[in-house]
């Protein structure tokens, strides 16, 4: 059996969860979630948790099962708590603001790039426009949004200017190895 999908989903205080076939429906204090899901996989509410069962050993199963499990503790975790990604932005002129709901990046362009983002997404400012802010109850596409911006101007790897999630380690390259300083020519 798969460890993550044996596992059953607990629903906290404010959630409901509708199952209908394969489609299930999750409603909570943020918003609401629906999702489709493999027919071969069943999903069921017992004793406040939702459970999720396979017909078979077989390989295909075998993967739907912790998959279906964990993208439904997603969208449980999602309609509570909600998901954030947070991107830094690195370069001397670089910098984002918000014109309305859609998010303007400066990033060395001869022009503006626009983003609008798509219904259930939040774009947010933090540290005077270096700092962006995607927010949203649908984890994967808090994650589509964020790498979509990140996309615009990815860190280069010799100056380490661009767009990056926070905490993340760009490798530094050493550049040409004839530009010592102090060298005359």
């Not at 708590?81 to 830094?88: I, Q, S, V, W």
């Not at 002129?93 to 798509?118: M, Q, T, W």
């Amino acid at each position: 059996m798969s460890r993550i999908g044996r596992m059953p989903i607990p629903i906290p205080k404010g959630v409901q969860v509708d199952i209908k076939g394969s489609q299930v429906m999750v409603k909570g204090p943020k918003g609401e979630l629906s999702h489709s899901f493999n027919p071969d996989i069943k999903i069921s509410l017992q004793d406040g948790q939702v459970v999720v069962t396979r017909p078979t050993d077989n390989r295909r199963h075998r993967a739907l099962h912790g998959l279906t499990r964990a993208l439904l503790a997603n969208m449980v975790t999602g309609v509570i708590e909600g998901y954030r990604k947070e991107l830094e932005i690195q370069g001397a002129g670089y910098r984002a603001e918000k014109r309305g709901d859609n998010l303007v990046l400066y990033v060395g362009f001869s022009h503006p790039v626009e983003i609008a983002p798509p219904s259930g997404i939040t774009f947010g400012l933090e540290a005077r426009g270096k700092t962006i802010v995607v927010e949203g109850i649908d984890k994967e596409l808090v994650g589509e949004m964020a790498a979509r911006v990140r996309r615009v101007r990815p860190p280069e790897p010799y100056k380490g200017k661009g767009i990056r999630y926070v905490g993340e380690y760009v490798r530094q390259k050493a550049g040409k190895a004839g530009k010592v300083v102090g060298a005359g020519g």
